[in-house]
């Protein structure tokens, strides 16, 4: 597609359900993010993907959460037994390499506002 | 640490009155400043990327300018559409982008 695609785009759990949350970045981008911005406030950054390097999982806010990138492209976002303060938009982004001498800019999805109850 | 503090937090203007958004980071080995646009409901939109002091980039009635400390976001006779949050973001070699908490702009006819 022409641009990040995320699904779903309103996901409602219940608490303490597991969730899954995907994000299709633009073809050929290598670097791949994940933020969470809640009610008011700025995007919280999570996780960074870059090429066949390690993820930077330094701002994931507990264990419950994780993600993972396959083949370089599609990836998933889960949070595992969900709780109410776990509700915001996860937004995803991409961009052609952060690995260079200048950075590109990142393109975001829609973002997956997620609710739990 | 690495720090954007954005200002101000809301800034409201008449249709044509022209302003300035600011946004002022502290971060050692500075690769590049974004600025993103993000209407409710949508991922934000990008605008600008400055990489270093004394640049400038303009787009319609957006100009952006970065310093070593800081970079504003300057609107010239601003337009009800382009009631928006404005969003600051410093990025570091091969790290993820570091955002402001944003500067929520509405423009009134």
């Known amino acids: 597609g022409a641009g990040v695609s995320q699904s779903p785009s309103n996901k409602v759990t219940e608490k303490g359900k597991d969730v899954e949350l995907r994000c299709d970045p633009i073809?050929?981008?290598?670097?791949l993010y994940w933020y969470r911005q809640s009610l008011g406030q700025g995007l919280e950054f999570l996780i960074y993907?870059?090429?066949?390097?390690?993820?930077?999982k330094s701002g994931l806010p507990s264990d419950r959460f994780s993600a993972e990138r396959t083949g370089g492209s599609v990836s998933t976002l889960t949070i595992q037994r969900t709780q109410q303060e776990d509700s915001a938009v996860y937004l995803c982004?991409?961009?052609?390499?952060?690995?260079?001498?200048?950075?590109?800019?990142?393109?975001f999805g829609q973002g997956t506002r997620l609710t739990v109850v | 640490e690495d720090q954007v503090t954005q200002s101000p937090e809301a800034l409201r203007l008449q249709e044509g009155e022209s302003s300035s958004l600011n946004c002022s980071y502290t971060?050692?080995?500075?690769?590049?400043l974004f600025w993103y646009r993000q209407d409710p409901g949508k991922g934000p939109e990008f605008l600008f990327t400055?990489?270093?002091a004394g640049e400038e980039k303009e787009k319609e009635r957006l100009k952006a300018t970065l310093t070593k400390k800081e970079s504003f976001l300057h609107i010239t006779a601003p337009k009800p559409e382009d009631s928006a949050t404005y969003l600051c973001?410093?990025?570091?070699?091969?790290?993820?982008?570091?955002f402001g908490k944003g500067t929520t702009l509405s423009v009134s006819s």
């Open positions: 982004a991409s961009s052609l390499s952060n690995s260079g001498l200048l950075n590109t800019e990142a393109f």
């Open positions: 073809s050929g981008h290598t670097a």
């Open positions: 993907f870059q090429g066949n390097s390690a993820p930077d």
């Open positions: 971060v050692s080995g500075l690769r590049g």
């Open positions: 400055l990489y270093s």
């Open positions: 973001a410093v990025q570091k070699k091969g790290t993820a982008l570091i």
